[in-house]
RNA sequence: GCGAGCGUGGCGGAAUUGGCAGACGCGCUGGACUUAGGAUCCAGUGUCCGAAAGGACGUGGGGGUUCAAGUCCCCCCGCUCGCACCA
């Protein structure tokens, strides 16, 4: 930009200029608390009072994680949107919430402090401090006093008290609700329910046999189960953080599967509701769909299996040498128990699998081989015995990463343990196999194969030389496809069948499901299994538990004491655990995967230990070391921002229901929530999950959160790399003709995310500077759709400053400052667009098509230009509507020209213009004529014509006419008031 | 591999949900004002044929339904995202 200083007009709208009353209306709303929403009750209600009567809106974006390096221009873009649209919603009449807190723990400020050894406290409030001036830059709407953060002591001792409430319930399935312990215990005590482990009766029971019990109900316990463990990051991961190929979501570190005692949250027992409740939701399809993808439930059953006596005279001797436990006779009741989805599928089933880790192969390996077909030994070779050639498979399972064991072309491995077992519906020794095709975290770790059904084991089959026996007639079509098939022989199958068809082969004495369709057979064998005590049905789900610790420093101690028995909650009244000084902030980091985890709070030795009065007397305990996720804080902090002054309460109960209150229909207590993608399945499904269990314990009102989620686009750029493929500063590359050059020399153009890394970062500072931030943030919104991914293009941002420019000199004249605004009449046309203006905005900003908005804003400025042209002056009932339209998008100079124009208060609670329906609609139209479905004339009728008028109008159009000469009409279509069409033939 | 979504001028993108394709903006071309223009203002700008009037073609490709298709249906191609042996 360069407006050159000697002729430039004073009031002329430029950069310098926007800058200035930028910060002038900045520091005013500040001064007036104009965005200070009030609350019903407590120290939030005494600023603006008269708008806590109007009906609510909360307004969210997702909590921003402030990072080192500030914003670039891709970050602001829905916290712009959500401006837009809760400045729009003020001006409907109400009371908005709209503000900005931060997701200060983490992983990125401990790194910075353990590279500086610069407190990780300290690095945060600094970042902070840089969020909170760029985004006072852009003019963003928020209440500042709602502004919370993760890490103060007065936010995390709430997330700590949630802990609590979650650590102090059990899942009460008859009731279908989480509920305190207490009154598990009470039941208990009282006989009214019986304790669901068929141990002792609970009276029999001791203290510490009842707290055992107890802690293994809690919704978070500690448990053993194999979890992520990442020696790189020095901490255990949850599910949802490890990317599908074995590695850390952070950092890119190997992750590898390891049995350790972590704290787990019982997500699992809202699974169902998680996935029900998403009906109710306002959310993009794409999201529901993977997060029910997520939870994964599939219905289906479960079948015992049983295993067939172990064989071989020579068993027990060679055991013996080995100092075995001889059990043959025991292996007779063993059980294998399979979930299928596919129980109509049952007789097809001629082989078992077991995951290799299964607890049960080593148990049913026999000493040596039976007979059986040489493949089965597996892919090494001809092993002396079983067990042997288990513990090769093994080894080799076990060595080879996640992505090896997903990427190698599917080439199924495994091999025979040996054992056989029975089929229940037919009584067939079918041989048992272990592969690393099935997986010990899901169903049972054991599969029944139907290789003619089911594509895996349908190459396991063929790999192995398994029978193959169709249990499912496929469909002409299929057979025909799949040339030389022959329905009931599946040895010329080129792969297994899975569409729906009728059963077959599939009869025994006691029932038959052949000609059954799948539904209604596997109804049947369901019935016939659950008769025969051999199966249930029953419903699986991929969702795990939430691994819930982390080894970290920078994140929220648990609320948990140690004592010689184990975990014991510290009492409400002694939060918050604040986390101890340290000067080490590292966690053994390794690239072993065999190191184990050591927290850095376990070195705060002086910490750890402490001394309380839990009601016995006082006591040494030993505190939790492990620190919880960043998932913890961000979990609830819409909830905060309702009351982030109340220290008797999370949120005060009145307060909670007035901004959590909807429409009937509403479930979640969010109105809008705008932000990225990348937390479709963590952050949402985890804060989805602590709500649930706030609502089932009374502390909120709505049983969901988010009742509207948006996912805003993401901003990218182009970058350039030169002829060694380095990058080159985008901002000095210059197109010429169709090539890029940079100092001379042509550049390759790339597109990717913003960044150092790429050369590519433009900055809303620099936008500012060079346009200011109304013009910025009517570019970020006109560039395209809010949902939208796309390319930024600083030189696309000067059509939205000319759009500034023009209004501001439409009011303004440039060298007095004087407003030129009149009260005159203004033409009926003029009336016209304006109200269209009017209607189309005001739908399509409560749609978030912001870029239409912006559009529609450009037209009607364009036509008040024409008027000014014309007459010299901008008439007010033009002027007026078209500032207040303007202002939630680019506030600051609306409130400057609303100012100018003679008003003396904000314009951020003007009523919103109305649109007068009688102004839609013109008195005439223009109306194309079509002969054949071409356009072949333009004739203008009344807009409310009937069809034989404009079917007149239009015949009596000289062209239209000229052309009907002769021709044959043989049907006319007319819609009136917006086409005719003659058919000719 | 499975699932979802998307393909419209040189570019970003609009199109009452079946009714004039290309709103609005960038860029480009020409002009005005200027010592100057990378400022501002005005006009033009889908492609092809044509001096023009006008015509033909045109929403990834092919087919279909319809008086009428960017929009609905079928097949194919390309891109993006999600899941990834989940039984």
């Known amino acids: 930009m360069s407006d050159s200083t000697h002729d430039t007009p004073k009031f002329r709208y430029n950069a310098a200029f926007a800058n200035e009353i930028e910060r002038k209306w900045q520091d005013y709303w500040e001064a007036e ?117 993760t890490t103060d002591v007065g936010y995390y001792k709430w997330t700590q008290w949630i802990f609590l409430q979650v650590f102090n319930s059990w899942y009460d399935h008859s009731n279908d609700c989480a509920r305190h312990v207490d009154e598990l215990v009470r039941e208990l005590d009282a006989g009214l329910r019986l304790p ?66 972590q704290w787990m949250m019982r997500i699992t027992e809202y699974s169902d509701r998680l996935i029900a409740d998403l009906d109710q939701l306002d959310w993009p399809d794409s999201i529901k769909l993977m997060q029910r993808n997520w939870i994964g439930k599939s219905i289906g059953a479960e079948v015992d299996f049983h295993v067939v006596g172990k064989k071989g005279a020579s068993r027990q001797g060679a055991a013996a040498e080995q100092g075995e436990p001889t059990d043959q006779d025991a292996s007779d009741d063993t059980l294998i128990s399979v979930f299928t989805t596919r129980p109509d599928t049952l007789f097809g089933a001629t082989y078992m699998v077991l995951a290799p880790e299964h607890e049960l192969v080593d148990h049913i390996t026999p000493n040596e081989w039976p007979e059986c077909r040489p493949e089965w030994r597996g892919i090494f070779g001809a092993h002396r015995s079983p067990s042997e050639a288990v513990s090769a498979y093994r080894d080799f399972a076990s060595a080879k990463s996640e992505l090896e064991r997903t990427s190698e072309g599917k080439q199924k491995t495994g091999v025979f343990t040996g054992a056989f077992a029975v089929n229940p519906v037919n009584g067939a020794e079918i041989p048992v196999f272990i592969a690393d095709y099935v997986l010990t975290g899901y169903g049972t770790g054991a599969i029944m194969a139907v290789p003619a059904h089911d594509a895996r084991d349908f190459e396991f089959a063929r790999e192995f030389v398994i029978d193959v026996v169709p249990v499912i007639t496929p469909s002409p079509e299929w057979l025909l496809n799949h040339e030389g098939a022959i329905a009931a022989d599946c040895a010329t199958w080129s792969e297994s069948f899975h569409g729906d068809g009728v059963a077959m082969n599939s009869a025994n004495e006691g029932v038959s499901l052949n000609g059954l369709k799948v539904r209604e057979a596997k109804a049947a064998i369901i019935e016939w299994l659950v008769g025969e005590n051999r199966g249930a049905a029953t419903t699986n789900y991929k969702l795990r538990d939430w691994l819930f610790s982390r080894q970290r420093y920078w994140g929220e101690p648990f609320p948990i004491v140690y004592d010689e028995h184990g975990p014991i909650a510290v009492p409400e009244s002694m939060l918050p655990v604040t986390l101890p000084e340290i000067s080490n902030f590292e966690p053994a980091t390794s690239d072993d995967p065999d190191a184990l985890p050591s927290p850095p709070l376990g070195r705060a030795e002086d910490w750890v230990e402490v001394e309380f009065d839990l009601g016995d007397g006082p006591r040494v305990y030993r505190r939790e070391v492990n620190t919880m996720p960043q998932w913890a ?212 900003i409560s749609v978030l098509g912001f870029n239409t ?115 044959t009409v043989r049907k006319t279509v007319v819609v009136p008031g917006r086409m005719v069409n003659f058919v000719v033939g």
């Not at 141990?199 to 107890?214: I, N, S």
């Open 853 to 967: 908005v912006v559009a529609r804003l450009f037209e009607l400025n364009n036509h008040l230009t024409k008027l000014v042209e014309a007459s010299g002056s901008a008439p007010r009932a033009v002027v007026e509507p078209l500032i207040l339209m303007t202002s939630p998008v680019a506030p600051h100079i609306a409130e400057e020209l609303w100012q100018r124009l003679g008003h003396t208060t904000t314009c951020a609670y003007e009523p919103f213009p109305v649109h007068d329906p009688k102004w839609l609609v013109a008195d005439t139209v223009e109306i194309p004529v079509q002969i054949n479905g071409k356009v072949r004339g333009k004739v203008t009728v009344a807009s409310d014509a009937t069809q034989a008028t404009c079917e007149a109008a239009a015949r009596a159009d000289e062209r239209v006419a000229a052309l009907l000469v002769g021709a």
């Open 196 to 261: 669901d482990d068929d141990g002792v009766p609970w009276a029999e029971r001791d203290a510490l046999e009842q707290r055992r019990y107890v802690d293994d109900h809690r919704l978070v316990y500690v448990g053993e189960a194999p979890v992520n463990w990442c020696p790189g990051l020095g901490t255990v991961l949850a599910n949802e953080e490890v990317t599908a190929d074995g590695r850390s979501e952070r950092g890119n570190f190997p992750v590898y599967k390891r049995p350790l005692k």
């Open 633 to 844: 804080g961000s979990c609830w902090y819409y909830l905060r921002y309702l009351d982030p002054t109340n220290e008797d309460r999370f949120v005060d109960r009145e307060t909670e229901r007035y901004w959590g209150e909807n429409k009937q229909e509403a479930v979640g207590a969010v109105d809008l929530y705008v932000g990225g993608v990348e937390h479709a399945v963590l952050h949402l499904l985890y804060s989805r999950f602590w709500h649930k269990v706030l609502f089932d314990l009374g502390h909120v009102s709505t049983p969901e959160p988010f009742q509207r989620l948006f996912n805003q686009g993401y901003i990218q750029a182009y970058a350039y790399t030169d002829e060694r493929g380095m990058y080159v500063e985008a901002s000095e590359v210059v197109e010429r003709d169709g090539a890029f050059t940079h100092n001379g020399k042509v550049v390759n153009r790339e597109y990717g995310k913003i960044g150092k890394s790429l050369k590519n970062v433009v900055t809303p500072n620099d936008m500012c500077d060079e346009y200011g931030a109304d013009t910025f943030r009517m570019y970020e919104m006109f560039m395209g759709p809010l949902d939208a991914s796309r390319p930024w293009s600083t030189r696309d941002v000067v059509g939205v400053n000319r759009y500034l420019q023009r209004l501001w000199r439409s009011c303004i004249d440039e060298t007095s400052g004087d407003s030129r605004v009149v009260d005159a009449d203004i033409d009926d046309d003029t009336r016209r667009v304006l109200h269209r203006t009017i209607a189309a905005i005001t739908n399509d």
């Open 33 to 149: 608390r104009t965005f200070w929403a009030p609350n019903p009750t407590g120290l939030l209600s005494d600023v603006n009072r008269e708008r806590a009567h109007l009906p609510k809106k909360f307004v969210l974006d997702m909590f921003p994680y402030p990072s080192g390096a500030g914003l670039h221009v891709g970050h602001p873009l829905g916290f712009i949107g959500t401006d837009v649209y809760a400045r729009f919603m003020r001006m409907q009449g109400f009371n908005v919430l709209h503000a900005m807190g931060y997701d200060a723990f983490g992983l990125p400020a401990e790194q910075y402090a353990v590279q500086t050894g610069q407190h990780p406290a300290v690095t945060t409030e600094q970042n902070i401090t840089t969020y909170r001036a760029q985004l006072r830059m852009l003019g963003l709407g928020h209440d500042p006093r709602r502004g919370v953060s």
